[in-house]
């Protein structure tokens, strides 16, 4: 049987060979310090889990859903956009329930994309953003993650030297991995950019409530007059509200995008179990103090993680937004790439990071950190970091798996 079109465009999926690593050193008795996937150890808000179950076996609940969400959760979208951002929505025509922001985006590629299409992708970024599209087949061409400058320099020449002209543009902060920030004047900028060079945007915001400055909240693309003339942006529960297993996120923005979306939606789902929608609409008109607190807790994490992990003899950049760190690979391990210091320090630290060469080739001298470890735990990963450094001269040499000994 001959490979298929689009598994042969898919490479292996770079993080699941250090998930086998850190299974197999589970299974051998170790306790692995997990920081690898941004997969939110705390737990969604009580209100919004008590909704959840007034809502389970009421009639018609267990029904088919609707596909582009229920009324009353697009309308709390909008109410959340308004209230956060200054922007209107109409509810009916510029909001579209996804199941998450990944399945939005990649459905999203999948309504707009012919085979052939350049989309630019910054790189490093998080793989839903790049694959997504290659899945749908398109042609992915990079530019920077970080919103300088520099970034409109290298996206000029990509559109000059790109045939066909590129269709679409990703961003997304704050990031996912680097956990750059973008302020309200490269938005201004990009969406000129945009419609100079007739591109729609695609700007993944998962990350808008996971902020550190309490007086510089990340601001949305949508917020730049005119942007919704080219713009759709994505949303989720997930971080937000801890909610990342419920699956429930957001596309906004654009009615003609969204409407594309919506159609594509209609013939691949039927939208999440209804008491999911119910308690999601919950979770955002209800209080803010569980998001207050989810912050706070990210940042003591934050703290912690930057003052033991010097002290460790590694230094970590402080993060202002996301859950995560973008930490440069000591130079002694360097040489080594990601993928197998990730493989040593589960080995020979007992901690599971994410290699950035998963997150594009621009990623490779990176790892990133995720906060999903309470403080103590992540001291622990700090100091097995700090002892496996120390003796990383008698055993870098061996980077077979060590067997464990009872």
Same mark, same amino acid.
């Given at each position: 049987?001959?490979?298929?079109?689009?598994?042969?465009?898919?490479? &292996?999926?770079?993080?699941?060979?250090?998930?086998?690593?850190?299974?197999?050193?589970?299974?051998?008795?170790?306790?692995?310090?997990?920081?690898?996937?941004?997969? &939110?150890?705390?737990?969604?808000?009580?209100?919004?889990?008590?909704?959840?179950?007034?809502?389970?076996?009421? &009639?018609?609940? /267990?029904?088919?859903?609707?596909?582009?969400?229920?009324?009353?959760?697009?309308?709390?979208?909008? =109410?959340?956009?308004?209230?956060?951002?200054?922007?209107?929505?109409?509810?009916? !025509?510029?909001?579209?329930?996804?199941?998450?922001?990944?399945? =939005?985006?990649?459905?999203?590629?999948?309504?707009? !994309?012919?085979? @052939? /299409?350049?989309?630019?992708?910054?790189?490093?970024?998080?793989?839903?953003?790049?694959?997504?599209?290659?899945?749908?087949?398109?042609?992915?061409?990079?530019?920077?993650?970080?919103?300088?400058?520099?970034?409109?320099?290298?996206?000029?020449?990509?559109?000059?030297? %790109?045939?066909? $002209?590129?269709?679409?543009?990703?961003?997304?902060?704050? %990031?996912?991995?680097?956990?750059?920030?973008?302020?309200?004047?490269?938005?201004?900028?990009?969406?000129?950019?945009?419609?100079?060079?007739? *591109?729609?945007?695609?700007?993944?915001?998962?990350?808008?409530?996971?902020?550190?400055?309490?007086?510089?909240?990340?601001?949305?693309? *949508?917020?730049?007059?005119?942007?919704?003339?080219? #713009?759709?942006?994505?949303?989720?529960?997930? $971080?937000?509200?801890?909610?990342?297993?419920?699956?429930?996120?957001?596309?906004? @923005?654009?009615?003609?995008? +969204?409407?594309?979306?919506?159609?594509?939606?209609?013939?691949?789902?039927?939208?999440?179990?209804?008491?999911?929608?119910?308690?999601?609409?919950?979770?955002?008109?209800?209080?803010?103090?569980?998001?207050?607190?989810?912050?706070? !807790?990210? $940042?003591?994490?934050?703290?912690?993680?930057?003052?033991?992990? #010097?002290?460790?003899?590694?230094?970590?950049?402080? &993060?202002?937004?996301?859950?995560?760190?973008?930490?440069?690979?000591?130079?002694?391990?360097?040489?080594?790439?990601? *993928?197998?210091?990730?493989?040593?320090?589960?080995?020979?630290? /007992?901690?599971?990071?994410?290699?950035?060469? @998963?997150?594009?080739?621009? @990623?490779?001298?990176?790892?990133?950190?995720? +906060?999903?470890?309470?403080?103590?735990?992540?001291?622990?990963?700090?100091?097995?970091?700090?002892?496996?450094?120390?003796?990383? /001269?008698? !055993? *870098?040499?061996?980077?077979?798996?060590?067997?464990?000994?009872?």
């Amino acid at each position: 049987m001959p490979d298929f079109y689009r598994i042969k465009r898919l490479p &292996p999926y770079v993080f699941e060979q250090v998930n086998r690593i850190k299974a197999a050193a589970r299974a051998n008795g170790a306790d692995i310090i997990d920081l690898g996937m941004g997969n &939110p150890d705390l737990q969604a808000p009580q209100h919004v889990i008590d909704k959840l179950v007034e809502t389970v076996g009421k &009639p018609r609940t /267990d029904r088919y859903s609707a596909s582009k969400g229920i009324g009353g959760l697009r309308r709390a979208q909008a =109410g959340y956009y308004e209230r956060r951002f200054g922007v209107k929505l109409n509810p009916d !025509t510029q909001v579209v329930a996804t199941l998450g922001s990944k399945e =939005g985006f990649a459905n999203m590629a999948q309504a707009i !994309t012919e085979p @052939g /299409d350049v989309i630019l992708v910054p790189n490093p970024s998080y793989p839903i953003h790049a694959f997504g599209f290659l899945m749908a087949g398109g042609v992915i061409r990079s530019v920077p993650a970080e919103p300088t400058p520099e970034f409109f320099v290298a996206a000029e020449r990509a559109v000059a030297h %790109s045939i066909p $002209k590129p269709v679409a543009l990703v961003v997304c902060y704050p %990031s996912n991995p680097t956990a750059y920030v973008a302020s309200l004047d490269f938005y201004r900028d990009l969406v000129a950019f945009a419609k100079k060079h007739e *591109l729609i945007l695609l700007s993944d915001l998962a990350y808008s409530e996971v902020y550190f400055d309490e007086s510089n909240p990340p601001p949305s693309i *949508l917020q730049v007059p005119g942007a919704i003339d080219v #713009a759709v942006e994505f949303t989720s529960m997930s $971080k937000t509200f801890s909610m990342a297993g419920w699956r429930i996120g957001f596309a906004v @923005g654009n009615e003609r995008l +969204l409407a594309a979306l919506a159609r594509v939606k209609s013939y691949l789902d039927y939208g999440a179990f209804t008491p999911v929608q119910v308690a999601a609409t919950a979770a955002l008109n209800g209080p803010d103090e569980c998001i207050r607190e989810m912050r706070a !807790t990210y $940042k003591r994490r934050r703290d912690v993680m930057i003052d033991s992990f #010097a002290k460790a003899g590694w230094t970590v950049p402080v &993060p202002t937004a996301s859950m995560f760190a973008w930490v440069q690979i000591p130079e002694k391990f360097r040489s080594l790439g990601s *993928l197998e210091f990730s493989k040593l320090l589960v080995e020979k630290a /007992d901690v599971a990071v994410a290699p950035g060469i @998963g997150f594009g080739e621009h @990623g490779d001298d990176y790892v990133r950190i995720a +906060l999903v470890e309470n403080e103590q735990r992540i001291r622990q990963a700090a100091r097995n970091i700090r002892k496996f450094f120390d003796n990383a /001269d008698q !055993t *870098l040499h061996n980077v077979v798996p060590m067997v464990r000994r009872g």
